[in-house]
């Protein structure tokens, strides 16, 4: 009996031992397959960093090739218009109109000077779908404005752009208005006759749909081809502290003392409204009467108008000339009614607005009627009614 005692009394500490054993075996088995893990992930990692490298080497090589290619093609096209062109001396650029404005204002007479100074006059900017998709305009009415690059492509001199330089005769000085006609070099004003024939102007962004942009406060004539359009952004286009020359302040040479209507331009209205309507983008002859009295509120003269002696309005109108036109300048034009009287003419939204302005700087608004030199024919506009919803 003591001896089976005897023999069974180690049996839990060699069981202890094999279990330990076993676990041993055990955590060293899973020690090594933990190590063996990171040591694999380690190695795929680095594989597909290589690949990845490899990639982007062959992107970049792709693209400098890419670049060298557009370089070489632009020198071609760049060659090819010099030996086409009589100006051989001058790198050209390809550039195309993305778009044309539909504006209120139908001639050069009565667009005004400068940007915002007509808060009523509204354009609508049309893009050409084939180069300015919908999206490319996503965003920009997050804006209250923009910029405008355009052409002034009612200059009477731009067959001069395809002249050599030493015969196109560009003038090195214009006349200024609020300079009475004193001549500045043209880079110092904002002429439209320029070597380049390029605008640049901002204006209200009102609404965008589609392909449509619908702006106000603009000074762009109908038909204006656009080349970009770019959002202003009042912390870098607005300089604190910038400076112009005394004469650029100067208001008192464009402002008229006051705006009447005669009793009798509101029926006239009315009647010439009934034609125009459907193609306005303004909602009512009131709302268009406004536009007429802030356009109206500058003087929109030639320097020559406002200069030409009374005394040869008296010569003038001494003559049967009562439905002649004065050779005054191309911008502005003038009928002299009788030796009392000279009439002028604002052409807005396809009517002929006339007026007179006394010597003390007051207008006169006497009638309207529809312009005989404008025709949109069968040409699709924008309406008031497309933005009724936007500008309401």
């Given at each position: 009996?003591?001896?089976?005692?005897?023999?069974?009394?180690?049996?839990?500490?060699?069981?202890?031992l094999?279990?330990?054993?076993?676990?041993?075996?055990?955590?060293?088995?899973?020690?090594?397959?933990?190590?063996?893990?990171?040591?694999?992930?380690?190695?795929?990692?680095?594989?597909?960093?290589k690949?990845?490298?490899?990639?982007l080497?062959?992107?970049?090589?792709?693209?400098?090739?890419?670049?060298?290619?557009?370089?070489?093609?632009?020198?071609?096209?760049?060659?090819?218009?010099?030996?086409?062109?009589?100006?051989?001396?001058?790198?050209?650029?390809?550039?195309?109109?993305?778009?044309?404005?539909?504006?209120?204002?139908?001639?050069?007479?009565?667009?005004p000077?400068?940007?915002?100074l007509?808060?009523?006059?509204?354009?609508?900017?049309?893009?050409?779908?084939?180069?300015?998709?919908?999206?490319?305009?996503?965003?920009?009415?997050?804006?209250?404005?923009?910029?405008?690059i355009?052409?002034?492509?009612?200059?009477?001199?731009?067959?001069?752009?395809w002249?050599?330089?030493?015969?196109?005769?560009?003038?090195?000085?214009?006349?200024?208005?609020?300079?009475?006609?004193?001549?500045?070099?043209?880079?110092?004003?904002?002429?439209?006759?320029?070597?380049?024939?390029?605008?640049?102007?901002?204006?209200?962004?009102?609404?965008?749909?589609?392909?449509?942009?619908?702006?106000?406060?603009?000074?762009?004539?109908?038909?204006?081809?656009?080349?970009?359009?770019?959002?202003?952004?009042?912390?870098?286009?607005?300089?604190?502290?910038?400076?112009?020359?005394?004469?650029?302040?100067?208001?008192?040479?464009?402002?008229?003392?006051?705006?009447?209507?005669s009793?009798?331009?509101?029926?006239?209205?009315?009647?010439?409204?009934?034609?125009?309507?459907?193609?306005?983008?303004?909602?009512s002859?009131?709302?268009?009467?406004?536009?007429?009295k802030?356009?109206?509120?500058?003087?929109?003269?030639?320097?020559?108008?406002?200069?030409?002696?009374?005394?040869?309005?008296?010569?003038?109108?001494?003559?049967d000339?009562?439905?002649?036109?004065?050779?005054?300048?191309?911008?502005?034009?003038?009928e002299?009614?009788?030796?009392?009287?000279?009439?002028?003419?604002?052409?807005?939204?396809?009517?002929?607005?006339?007026?007179?302005i006394?010597?003390?700087?007051?207008v006169?608004?006497?009638k309207v009627?529809?312009?005989?030199?404008?025709?949109?024919?069968?040409?699709?506009?924008?309406?008031?009614?497309?933005?009724?919803?936007?500008?309401?």
């Amino acid at each position: 009996m003591q001896k089976h005692q005897f023999s069974e009394k180690p049996m839990p500490a060699i069981l202890a031992l094999a279990l330990a054993a076993v676990f041993s075996a055990s955590s060293a088995i899973s020690f090594y397959k933990w190590k063996k893990k990171p040591m694999e992930s380690y190695s795929k990692v680095k594989e597909l960093q290589k690949s990845l490298n490899s990639a982007l080497e062959k992107c970049a090589a792709e693209r400098q090739g890419r670049i060298r290619a557009q370089q070489a093609l632009r020198k071609a096209v760049v060659a090819q218009a010099q030996t086409e062109s009589e100006n051989s001396d001058t790198t050209s650029y390809p550039m195309a109109p993305i778009g044309v404005v539909q504006s209120c204002f139908s001639t050069r007479n009565g667009t005004p000077r400068q940007p915002l100074l007509v808060p009523l006059a509204r354009a609508c900017l049309i893009f050409d779908s084939t180069r300015v998709p919908p999206a490319s305009l996503e965003g920009l009415e997050e804006y209250s404005h923009c910029w405008i690059i355009y052409v002034f492509h009612l200059n009477t001199d731009l067959e001069k752009l395809w002249k050599h330089p030493s015969k196109s005769k560009f003038k090195a000085k214009v006349r200024v208005p609020r300079l009475k006609g004193g001549r500045r070099g043209v880079f110092a004003t904002r002429s439209p006759h320029r070597p380049c024939p390029i605008g640049l102007t901002v204006a209200k962004v009102e609404a965008v749909q589609g392909n449509v942009l619908l702006l106000s406060g603009i000074d762009l004539v109908d038909g204006t081809p656009v080349l970009d359009i770019k959002p202003y952004l009042p912390y870098c286009d607005s300089i604190e502290g910038a400076v112009v020359p005394n004469w650029v302040t100067v208001d008192s040479m464009l402002s008229i003392a006051s705006v009447s209507f005669s009793d009798d331009f509101s029926s006239s209205l009315e009647s010439c409204w009934i034609s125009v309507e459907k193609k306005s983008l303004y909602s009512s002859p009131d709302e268009l009467k406004n536009l007429v009295k802030q356009v109206l509120s500058w003087d929109i003269r030639s320097v020559s108008q406002r200069n030409r002696l009374h005394n040869d309005l008296l010569e003038i109108g001494t003559t049967d000339t009562s439905n002649s036109t004065l050779d005054m300048d191309d911008s502005q034009d003038g009928e002299a009614a009788d030796s009392r009287e000279l009439m002028y003419h604002l052409v807005l939204d396809g009517m002929d607005f006339s007026y007179e302005i006394d010597g003390n700087g007051n207008v006169i608004i006497k009638k309207v009627r529809r312009s005989s030199s404008v025709s949109f024919g069968n040409e699709k506009r924008c309406n008031y009614s497309m933005w009724k919803d936007k500008l309401e």
